[in-house]
């Protein structure tokens, strides 16, 4: 089942932060968060496993509350650069037995 | 390290031709992934692979086929091309279990 992203689009000036959140109906077992520039492929951020595991990757963040299953990407001190699609990818079962499913994704835009 | 290559980027098919897309990495990852995405919706799998001669079908299988005779390849067959078809078509890679993704640039395919 498809995870929901909100908000669907978001615009910022740099500097300015924002938080992505990615929301399951199912119990998961981890969340996967890809950056994708337009016309390009997606790209990897970061996996976050269930036990309320945080991590972060320069100003980019995220976390996940495996209660809620729910996932949110923290993108703080937003940069040009920060612009583009980000999706959230999630795992239902154990580790690597099931594809992950993609949200719709986010649209950030950064301007300056 | 090429990573993940797809050939063609562009093509204009008409309904009812078939082609192959074509998909190879240099990872030596087991598992390989077929996605489609369209604009707003997201990443869809078509069909994935855990190693090869095992291929399974994802969510969007209808009007695809694949095979995987070696660990490196996974083509993509499209038989009888619809416009419903039209789409960006990307292939994907990774280690086994919850692995981070590696993609392809990605072949934009248009059928008229």
């Known amino acids: 089942q498809q995870p929901v992203q909100s908000p669907q689009a978001v615009i910022l000036r740099e500097g300015e932060d924002a938080v992505i959140n990615c929301s399951s109906s199912?119990?998961?077992?981890?969340v996967h968060w890809y950056r994708q520039k337009h016309g390009e492929a997606p790209v990897f951020l970061m996996i976050l496993l269930k036990g309320g595991e945080q991590k972060g990757h320069e100003k980019i963040s995220a976390s996940f509350n495996e209660k809620k299953q729910q996932s949110s990407l923290y993108l703080t001190a937003s940069q040009l650069s920060y612009s583009g699609t980000y999706f959230c990818g999630t795992e239902g079962t154990t580790s690597g037995n099931t594809p992950l499913v993609f949200g719709k994704g986010t649209r950030l835009s950064v301007i300056a | 390290n090429a990573g993940v290559t797809q050939t063609p980027k562009f093509r204009i098919l008409k309904i009812g031709q078939s082609m192959t897309l074509q998909c190879a990495q240099d990872?030596?990852?087991?598992?390989m992934y077929w996605y489609r995405q369209d604009p707003g919706m997201g990443l869809k799998l078509i069909y994935y692979?855990?190693?090869?001669?095992?291929?399974d079908k994802g969510e969007v299988p209808n009007g695809y086929n694949v095979s995987r005779s070696t660990t490196e390849d996974f083509p993509l067959r499209l038989e009888l091309a619809a416009p419903s078809q039209t789409s960006v078509y990307f292939c994907?890679?990774?280690?086994?279990?919850?692995?981070?993704?590696?993609f392809g640039d990605g072949t934009r395919l248009s059928i008229l």
């Open positions: 199912k119990a998961l077992y981890s």
């Open positions: 990872m030596n990852h087991n598992y």
């Open positions: 692979s855990v190693g090869a001669g095992i291929t």
């Open positions: 994907a890679s990774s280690y086994p279990g919850t692995q981070p993704q590696h």
